[in-house]
């Protein structure tokens, strides 16, 4: 197991700006993408952005497209997820996840069977 972990959520108002951070607790060798998901209360988890830890590929949600940016820190200890002019209905709770599968396909980046390995979770509120 990767137990990932993260941080960085809070309350804040419409339209200002939170970076969330996921980090692994051991080495993250056998994690070749990591993203980012979110779910609001009484809704589905759905996809917010996706990075192959080469960093050649990414995937942001159209839903956050232009506001949300998904990227490894500078040392590359972590993957952050930057979340600027938040909106109330960016409330949810935000989960890092990592998936160990050499092969990903088209379309399935935004897919949450396709990560092995999750964090608990970090509370993001967005106040109007």
């Known amino acids: 197991q990767v137990p990932l972990v993260e941080s960085g959520g809070g309350l804040v108002h419409t339209g200002e700006s939170l970076r969330l951070s996921c980090a692994a607790s051991s080495p993250t060798s056998r994690v070749n993408a990591a993203a980012w998901f979110r779910q609001a209360p009484g809704k589905e988890r759905e996809f917010v952005a996706a990075l192959t830890l080469s960093g050649s590929t990414y995937y942001i949600a159209d839903s956050v497209e232009g506001r949300f940016t998904i990227f490894r820190n500078n040392t590359g200890d972590t993957l952050d997820l930057r979340m600027h002019v938040l909106k109330p209905e960016d409330t949810a709770v935000y989960y890092c996840?990592?998936?160990?599968?050499?092969?990903?396909?088209?379309?399935?980046?935004?897919?949450?069977?396709?990560?092995?390995?999750w964090g608990q979770g970090t509370q993001v509120t967005v106040s109007s």
């Open positions: 996840a990592g998936s160990s599968r050499t092969f990903i396909g088209r379309g399935e980046y935004q897919k949450s069977t396709t990560y092995d390995y």
